[in-house]
């Protein structure tokens, strides 16, 4: 779970520090408060690309670190990828760190356990650990895929999909291997010739990936030698050797400054910056000294050089190329003999096609099967999930369509199919007219896909806009049933669902200095009382709507 977010400096919050627990929390407090910019943060965290922009105005960077202690059963998993990826674990192994950091430049760097990681990793990482709902998840289910994809993750079909995408590649190659060998047997022989004596002379010189780079780069260092020799001993005779070198005059700064800052504090800088620098010209005077030990002027070596750059030159003059691209038209080339030849043995290719179509079918007709039996699941989940969001009578389904030729993602087109009201034909979701309709159902989805889910810690955001009422209700007991085995978290305008919360947390914004601070609050019984009779009766709050607030919170 989720055990603390910290962070510094972002959007419009300056420093925030929040210990969380298990169990259903909820986030309110008023629109523009920053509800939302705690998630926006711990998504940078879990890999999301981050902008300059989202740096406190004033401030040259961002930092957001978030912790998570890892239950025994995920701990095996996360230490085990931990150790494939090349990262450590911490000394217990039941926690994790992780960092980002957002600079003015443009840079951003992410950390895992304190060391440096790619978005990918911090992003394949935190879909162990985190699952988050958007305000825009009813958006987003309409889009090609989604729908698709959404139903393989809840029957945990993954594995299936990605065997199958790597089966229709081998039939889609198996096919352009015999295209390509049925339209090289036109002009065959003469166009074997052609290419049979450029492949030769491409094989006698064998270019290599990079090969032009690291050839240029010696020759301006070989044909150089004798400066960069000269040039690099004097360098270092300035820091070290000669009269009042370098060296020696900052030594004597130092001294100076040594006996002036006990009398004066206000100097420790300057002598500390001096010091500095006096490490690091003594570790210029070492990386000179090494060098000099390995550079060499080797005669033969330049002649060698030279010989294989006028090779390659002359080759790319010949090919009409740049150097560095003759090792591609060099497998271009080969790959263009090896289709002539192939065409010569169509029998061959043909079985092959017809082999790895068959295997692919074969996996996507597995996996259709896996589809069908997870969409019954799925529909009456759905469906009856539906009856308590006030859609009683309503209906979801999920329509699939076979595609003869097939696709990397199978033979089947998913669609998900919904009746709002009993005696409806269910129509896509896409058709959906009403979009408080469209808002609770793919509400029901998210909550019933959470359900099944493994990931730890579960994050609604404003998810459950476009309810209200009784339905608002049955939202906040569904996910305090859902916080018994997951961490939640829900960022909420509704009162009825923020009553449901084991914790409460306001958001609220101040100013101070001419800026705009955001800042998060725990809060108790008696404030929550107040929270959420705000939340129910706006700006004024009256004994009425206390009553009705402590109501909540007592049901």
């Known amino acids: 779970m989720l055990r603390s977010l910290n962070i510094r400096d972002?959007?419009?919050?300056?420093?925030?520090?929040?210990?969380?627990?298990?169990?259903?929390?909820?986030?309110?407090?008023?629109?523009?408060?920053?509800?939302?910019?705690?998630?926006?943060?711990?998504?940078?965290?879990?890999?999301?690309?981050?902008?300059?922009s989202?740096?406190?105005?004033?401030?040259?960077?961002?930092?957001?670190?978030?912790?998570?202690?890892?239950?025994?059963?995920?701990?095996?998993?996360?230490?085990?990828?931990?150790?494939?990826?090349?990262?450590?674990?911490?000394?217990?192994?039941?926690?994790?760190?992780?960092?980002?950091?957002?600079?003015?430049?443009?840079?951003?760097?992410?950390?895992?356990?304190?060391?440096?990681?790619t978005l990918n990793q911090a992003k394949e990482l935190g879909s162990y650990l985190v699952d988050i709902h958007g305000q825009h998840a009813h958006q987003l289910l309409l889009k090609t895929g989604a729908q698709r994809d959404l139903?393989?993750?809840?029957?945990?079909?993954?594995?299936?999909?990605?065997?199958?995408?790597?089966l229709y590649q081998n039939w889609q190659g198996a096919k352009k291997q015999l295209e390509l060998a049925i339209h090289a047997g036109e002009n065959l022989q003469k166009e074997h010739e052609r290419l049979s004596w450029q492949l030769e002379e491409l094989d006698n010189l064998s270019p290599k990936v990079g090969e032009w780079a690291e050839v240029e780069a010696e020759h301006s260092r070989l044909a150089n030698a004798s400066r960069l020799i000269e040039g690099s001993q004097k360098a270092l005779h300035l820091i070290q050797e000669q009269e009042g070198h370098a060296e020696e005059l900052l030594s004597k700064a130092f001294n100076e400054l040594t006996d002036l800052a006990k009398l004066d504090a206000h100097l420790d800088d300057a002598k500390i910056a001096i010091e500095s620098a006096q490490i690091q010209l003594t570790?210029?005077?070492?990386?000179?000294?090494?060098?000099?030990?390995?550079?060499?002027?080797d005669p033969d070596r330049l002649k060698e050089i030279e010989e294989r750059l006028k090779e390659l030159h002359n080759a790319s003059k010949k090919f009409k190329c740049l150097p560095e691209d003759l090792p591609q038209v060099w497998e271009d080339i080969q790959e263009k003999v090896t289709a002539i030849k192939d065409s010569q043995d169509l029998?061959?290719?043909?079985?092959?096609?017809?082999?790895?179509?068959?295997?692919?079918?074969?996996?996507?007709?597995?996996?259709?099967?896996?589809?069908?039996?997870?969409s019954k699941i799925l529909e009456k989940a759905v469906t009856d999930a539906m009856q308590d969001l006030s859609m009683a009578g309503g209906v979801f389904s999920i329509q699939i369509d076979e595609l003869a030729d097939g696709s990397p993602h199978g033979l089947e087109q998913i669609e998900f199919l919904v009746a709002g009201?009993?005696?409806?034909?269910?129509?896509?979701?896409?058709?959906?007219?009403?979009?408080?309709?469209?808002?609770?159902?793919?509400?029901?989805?998210?909550?019933?896909?959470?359900e099944a889910s493994q990931i730890p810690t579960l994050i609604f955001d404003e998810v459950d806009s476009g309810i209200g009422g009784a339905v608002?209700?049955?939202?906040?007991?569904?996910?305090?049933?859902?916080?018994?085995?997951?961490?939640?978290?829900?960022?909420?305008?509704?009162?009825?669902?923020?009553?449901?919360?084991?914790?409460?947390?306001?958001?609220?914004?101040?100013?101070?200095?001419?800026?705009?601070?955001?800042?998060?609050?725990?809060?108790?019984?008696?404030?929550?009382?107040?929270?959420?009779?705000?939340?129910?009766?706006?700006?004024?709050?009256?004994?009425?709507?206390?009553?009705?607030?402590?109501?909540?919170?007592?049901?």
Not at 79 to 106: H, P, Y
Not at 347 to 365: D, F, G, Q, S
Not at 423 to 439: F, H
């Open 10 to 52: 972002f959007v419009i919050v300056d420093t925030l520090d929040i210990d969380l627990e298990q169990g259903f929390t909820v986030l309110t407090g008023e629109t523009g408060a920053g509800k939302s910019i705690l998630l926006d943060a711990l998504a940078l965290v879990l890999g999301e690309r981050a902008d300059a």
């Open 54 to 117: 989202q740096i406190r105005e004033g401030k040259t960077k961002a930092e957001i670190s978030a912790i998570f202690s890892l239950s025994e059963s995920l701990q095996k998993i996360i230490n085990q990828w931990l150790d494939e990826q090349g990262f450590s674990s911490e000394d217990d192994g039941a926690t994790l760190i992780l960092k980002r950091i957002i600079e003015t430049s443009g840079r951003s760097r992410a950390f895992i356990n304190g060391s440096a990681a």
């Open 151 to 166: 139903l393989d993750n809840q029957a945990k079909l993954w594995p299936m999909v990605a065997e199958v995408k790597k």
């Open 283 to 297: 570790e210029a005077s070492h990386s000179l000294n090494r060098y000099l030990q390995k550079i060499d002027v």
């Open 347 to 374: 029998a061959t290719l043909e079985a092959n096609l017809k082999t790895t179509e068959t295997h692919y079918r074969k996996e996507a007709k597995v996996l259709s099967q896996a589809r069908a039996k997870a």
């Open 421 to 450: 009201h009993p005696g409806v034909t269910p129509k896509p979701l896409s058709k959906v007219a009403s979009g408080g309709e469209l808002a609770r159902i793919s509400l029901a989805i998210s909550v019933i896909t959470s």
């Open 472 to 555: 608002a209700e049955t939202v906040g007991k569904r996910m305090k049933e859902l916080g018994q085995a997951h961490q939640v978290l829900c960022v909420t305008h509704l009162a009825q669902v923020a009553a449901q919360g084991h914790q409460h947390w306001k958001v609220s914004k101040h100013s101070a200095s001419n800026q705009t601070v955001s800042q998060i609050t725990s809060l108790n019984r008696q404030e929550r009382v107040e929270e959420i009779a705000r939340m129910l009766g706006g700006a004024e709050i009256t004994e009425t709507t206390r009553r009705h607030a402590r109501e909540l919170l007592g049901a």
